[in-house]
């Protein structure tokens, strides 16, 4: 396994060159062996877990790896922070999967960087837990995310309220340059470094725009435009809830990254919130396609003096751009909602529907997941049929109603209401539960079994009925916390 980083080849004002701080004891704790093959991880190192600790935990460097901690600034709940950059990361490289495309490999946890702002560096085996299974619950789910290759126990406490057993987890993502990433250059007014790094992410992420000269910046805009809206129509097909969308939070490639107080919606209600430092509801479930907007307005704030010279003349542009994202987001969420319920095509009429329906759900306090799961199962079931009646009523029946519309019969249906409706999410609850065990215990057991289960969310396994059920108050009190 041979590493490079094309990244540590821009100028060094990019990031700074430092290795990771080497751990007591490395243990390799969870290992995700379904990404082996794909980064051609060789059998040598995948079969030696003493050996694979040691390159995950950052205490042995492997040829090509050029350990970097990159810089960038971030709005931080609307306040504008000028730097930020990573605290305890270290990219260590990328790898070629067989495709031959380049996967950025970053060690999280891995120790203190001159971006660590008092911070220690390290990460608990919690968060690390966490960020392991939502990454690949989402990546299963089929939404757009950054993946988790390793946690490793470290040996080594960590400070936080009490002291907890200290980890690190590897993160495999497209690349790690966020909307903050542009924001570090365009509050600096550094343009050569700018234009550098806008040339390197369309490179990487967006090639076929390489040929389009100066209109490139605005197709990059938008391209970023696209990526960002199909991640969050994702994001409320199946409840998930981010927490933290700052723009330092916000990846260009359009996956989701950085899982700190992320959770899962049970009830339906626009207005959840589950994380603690979010106390005035920012970044709310229902918020989340406003405040995707916004970022994306920041980030085109960074390109003004790359689409137009005349400053004027680039934010009439802008302003036109950032105008059509919600009639853009729209569209696409009424699309997905409209699949949710069955509706091959979506009818302008059905958005009626579509909002009474959930308006429903939210006066009945009924689950999200439940529900669709319940209305996919009703169309092959008197029995669900008649209770889906009871919950919804009159709204029922004027979706039967539509679905007879169709030129499609109850089994065709159903299939397409299954591609948009899980069977099962990482509920709140049972993530909290697993991560407990793995930090009294020491042991990964129910990790790996939740994780089993989480592997086919569109599928009935022999233990999917064991992480079905909603918590008993309702996720009432549930609060989730940054890690750092």
């Known amino acids: 396994m041979k590493f490079s980083n094309s990244y540590a080849k821009l100028d060094e004002v990019f990031y700074e060159r430092i290795r990771p701080t080497p751990v007591r004891d490395p243990q390799l704790f ?19 877990p003493v050996a694979l600790a040691q390159v995950f935990s950052g205490n042995h460097i492997l040829p090509g790896s050029e350990p970097i901690a990159t810089a960038y600034a971030g709005h931080q709940f609307g306040s504008f922070v000028r730097q930020l950059g ?9 790898l070629l999967d067989q495709s031959g495309k380049g996967w950025d490999i970053q060690l999280k946890g891995s120790g203190r ?25 989402l990546k299963a789910l089929g939404v757009a995310t950054t993946r988790s290759l390793a946690v ?13 057993p200290g980890a690190v987890v590897t993160r495999v993502a497209s690349s790690h340059i ?44 938008n391209k970023v435009i696209e990526k960002q809206i199909q991640l969050v129509v994702d994001w409320m097909r199946i409840g998930f809830i981010h927490g933290v969308m700052n723009t330092d939070n916000t990846s260009i490639s359009g996956e989701t990254i950085d899982y700190g107080p992320c959770a899962m919606m049970g009830i339906y209600d626009p207005q959840t919130v589950y994380s ?36 004027n003349k680039a934010l009439d542009r802008l302003r036109s751009i950032i105008s059509e994202f919600p009639g853009m987001f729209e569209k696409e969420y009424m699309k997905m909602m409209g699949k949710k319920l069955g ?6 009429d059905d958005q009626k529907l579509i909002l009474a329906v959930l308006n429903r759900l939210r006066e009945k ?57 899980p069977v099962v999410i990482p509920r709140n609850h049972h993530v909290e539960e697993v991560i407990q065990e793995c930090q009294q215990s020491g042991k990964s057991t129910l990790a790996e079994k939740f994780l089993q289960v989480l592997s086919s969310p569109y599928e009935e396994l022999a233990q999917t009925h064991d992480y079905q059920d909603p918590p008993e108050d309702g996720d009432k009190d549930y609060k989730t916390f940054c890690g750092t």
């Open 30 to 48: 969870l290992w995700n062996s379904s990404l082996t093959e794909q980064l051609m991880i060789p059998d040598e190192l995948n079969n030696d």
């Open 86 to 94: 990573d605290g305890r990361a270290h990219l260590i490289g990328e």
């Open 113 to 137: 960087t001159s971006f660590s702002r008092g911070g220690d560096g390290r990460c608990s085996i919690g968060p690390a837990v966490r960020e392991f299974i939502m990454s690949e619950a």
């Open 152 to 164: 490793v126990t470290t040996g080594e406490p960590v400070f936080r309220e009490t002291p907890l």
């Open 178 to 221: 966020r909307i903050g990433t542009f924001q570090y250059f365009a509050a600096r007014g550094d343009l050569k470094s700018l234009i550098t790094l806008c040339h390197y992410a369309i490179k990487r992420h967006y090639p076929e725009l390489q040929t389009e000269g100066q209109n490139q910046y605005l197709s990059f805009l």
């Open 276 to 311: 603690s430092i979010d106390t005035m509801g920012r970044y709310a479930f229902g918020n989340q396609p406003a405040i995707i907007q916004w970022n994306i307005a920041r980030f085109g704030e960074c390109l003004l003096p790359l689409i137009n010279s005349d400053n």
């Open 343 to 348: 509706l091959k095509f979506f009818k302008q």
């Open 365 to 421: 306090h009924l689950d999200y997941t439940v529900t669709f799961d319940l209305l996919t199962k009703s169309l092959l079931s008197e029995t669900v049929a008649s209770q889906m009646k009871n919950e919804l009523e009159e709204y029922f029946e004027l979706w039967q109603k539509r679905l007879s519309e169709q030129d499609a019969d109850l089994h065709e249906v159903q299939v397409l209401m299954r591609q948009y409706n």
